[in-house]
């Protein structure tokens, strides 16, 4: 079984900046891709950036520029620095990582989600 636990999320003012962060833990082998999604009120979810695990990357083209997804392969953690904020930004976002487990089995996971508002 693999967790997910993201933080970092809060209230920030357009242009202001915010570091999500996302933990994986349990039964690890191995993590390939780790990635960030946003899902508005009304809206589907959708990719924010995405980083495989030898360090390639990208981006929704609405954020590309102002966030940078990065990770911590000893951490099993990624990050998102999200700058310049935008009100658009204001979402749910939730952290995805496939995972092979010590089973030997790869397993698509999500966190629980947590929530960015740009609003003055």
């Known amino acids: 079984q693999v967790q997910l636990v993201e933080s970092g999320g809060g209230l920030v003012q357009p242009g202001g900046s915010l570091r999500l962060s996302c933990a994986a833990s349990?039964?690890?082998?191995?993590?390939?891709?780790m990635a960030w999604y946003r899902q508005a009120p009304g809206k589907q979810r959708e990719l924010v950036a995405g980083?495989?695990?030898?360090?390639?990357?990208n981006y929704a083209g609405s954020v590309k520029g102002r966030f940078t997804i990065s990770r911590d392969n000893a951490k099993n953690t990624v990050y998102l620095q999200m700058n310049s904020l935008k009100p658009e930004d204001t979402a749910v976002y939730y952290c995805?990582?496939?995972?092979?487990?010590?089973?030997?089995?790869?397993?698509?996971?999500w966190g629980q989600g947590t929530q960015v508002t740009v609003s003055s």
């Open positions: 349990g039964s690890i082998f191995s993590i390939d891709t």
């Open positions: 980083i495989s695990s030898g360090g390639s990357t």
């Open positions: 995805n990582a496939d995972v092979k487990t010590t089973a030997r089995v790869t397993t698509t996971n």
